[in-house]
């Protein structure tokens, strides 16, 4: 069987849903009400194919971003609009920074492209600073930075990654900026680059309704850019029909709702410091992650596997370039679930397996 590595796979040794699940970014307050009936009402018109070009949701996405439905692409989800991104472009070298999201890596090698990595240095919190910048040369041609950082957590600034455009810019390379985590974020309009696409046309934005509207089993995302023409060929990247009625339906749902972001950013702050505080409690070396996970380090490198043993289920993160067997990441959940999480993580220091 082929190796995912990623998170969220409750369904491993047969374990179905049982497993308490710290290893998805999803948000800890479920799916909203009005999403949940959306896809419900949708599935009454299941006979009919979904529309191919996402109309409605196009035009949904457009009026909550600020930006014409031109200028809009959705796919079954983020992952999906990520690898028509590349098979469109197939760009010849892609710089990505280490540790990242891996499926950048991944959609970059489907489209026969070369990855340049930079090391990030765990010393600066794994911060995107000003040597990652300096590699975007004229042989670069697509950089990819996700903003918040997966697994990271850390963050760029709108006006850094302005810079970094304008870098982009001069060598002729596209940017992409993976902002599915920006709305976990105490602050999101300082992290957004919606405000910089009618100008430049080498930006993409890559987004998800995925973490925020906890709808993982629906699979939507899109991407914004002011270059429609590249947006059109995405549609020509991969099959027609990739996003379903459901996930259409949900998606329009989501778009219409502004104030749920809004709670789960109040509630995501207040447990991500008290899920930091309980793991450095413990003395965990954790990075200070803005989003809705924290990357933690261990000296056990089998804490996942005993943790599983206890119905829990984090991220181990070996399989991301930059970080080896002794990292860790655990998403915010509610209270509740962090108690349990912590309450485990005493009991395995009492073993000394910390």
């Known amino acids: 069987m082929p190796e995912i590595g990623h998170g969220g796979d409750v369904y491993a040794d047969g374990c ?34 979904p529309d191919p070009l996402c109309r409605a949701l ?18 079954g989800g983020a992952a999906d609009v990520l690898y028509r991104l590349l098979l469109a472009l197939r760009p ?9 999201f891996s499926e950048y890596e991944r959609a970059a090698k489907c489209a ?17 600073g000003e040597a990652f910048w300096h590699r975007v040369q004229p042989d670069i041609d697509l950089v990819i930075v996700c903003n918040p950082n997966n697994p990271t957590g850390r963050i760029c600034t709108a006006q850094q990654l302005a810079e970094g455009l304008m870098r982009c810019e001069r060598a002729g390379a596209r940017l992409l900026v993976d902002e599915c985590f920006a709305d976990f974020t105490e602050q999101p309009e300082q992290l957004l680059l919606t405000p910089l696409l009618q100008a430049h046309r080498r930006l ?17 995302g899109y991407c914004l850019s002011a270059d429609t023409q590249l947006l059109e060929q995405l549609y020509q990247a991969g099959p027609p029909w990739s ?22 950013r109040r509630y995501v702050a207040r447990q991500r410091t008290a899920l930091a505080d309980g793991l450095r409690a413990l003395g965990l070396s ?6 809705n996970f924290l990357l933690f380090r261990s000296e056990n490198t089998q804490l996942d596997r005993q943790l599983r043993t206890r119905g829990i289920l984090i991220r181990p993160c070996a399989n991301f370039p930059g970080l080896d067997a002794h990292w860790f990441r655990a998403a915010v959940r509610t209270e509740t679930e962090q108690i349990v999480l912590l309450h485990a993580l005493r009991e395995l220091k009492k073993q000394n397996n910390l």
């Open 204 to 220: 993409v934005l890559l987004r998800s309704f995925t973490k925020m509207y906890a709808v993982a089993g629906i699979r939507l």
């Open 286 to 291: 954790v990075i200070e992650g803005a989003a």
């Open 92 to 100: 010849r070298r892609v710089l990505l920074p280490a540790p990242t």
């Open 16 to 49: 179905g849903g049982q497993l308490l699940d710290f290893s998805a970014n999803i948000n800890p307050l479920g799916t909203p009400p009005d999403v949940l009936a959306a896809a419900r009402d949708a599935l009454t018109h299941c006979a009919q194919y």
């Open 58 to 75: 196009r035009t949904a996405v457009a009026a909550r971003e600020g930006v014409s439905p031109p200028q809009v692409f959705c796919g």
């Open 112 to 128: 026969g492209s070369a990855v340049v990595r930079v090391p990030l240095d765990a010393a600066q919190q794994f911060d995107i």
């Open 243 to 264: 996003v379903s009625a459901e996930a259409q339906a949900c998606g329009i749902a989501a778009a219409r709702d502004v104030d749920y972001p809004v709670r789960t």
